[in-house]
């Protein structure tokens, strides 16, 4: 089983911003299609952002593109969600997962992290 850790969570005020990292035990990491998702409180968990196995190719849900940047490094085992100018409406729980296929949907993704907090006061 894969195990994923978050952090960087936490408050912020709107147009902010936060990097939020996540680790990645194994040595299988670059095996894996890594994104991104969030959940808001009384809302579905909807997914954010995908990165492919090789970093080459990326994918962004529209709400977040151009403010949000996924990248990773397999060398440290670890995926980073770079999130600039947020957004009240960005406030929720980002989890890290990690999915063996090319996917954009929640249901696809294998393995998750704990989650982790973050709040954009306005």
């Known amino acids: 089983q894969v195990q994923l850790v978050e952090s960087g969570g936490g408050l912020v005020q709107a147009g902010g911003s936060l990097r939020l990292s996540c680790a990645a035990s194994g040595r299988t990491f670059s095996m894996y299609t890594m994104g991104w998702c969030r959940q808001a409180p009384g809302k579905e968990r909807e997914f954010v952002a995908a990165?492919?196995?090789?970093?080459?190719?990326?994918f962004y849900a529209d709400s977040v593109k151009g403010r949000f940047t996924i990248s990773r490094d397999n060398a440290k085992n670890t995926v980073y969600l770079q999130m600039n100018s947020l957004k009240p409406e960005d406030t929720a729980v980002y989890y890290c997962a990690a999915a063996r296929m090319w996917t954009s949907m929640t249901t696809d993704y294998d393995y998750w992290g704990q989650g982790t907090r973050v709040t954009v006061s306005s």
């Open positions: 990165i492919s196995r090789s970093g080459a190719s990326t």
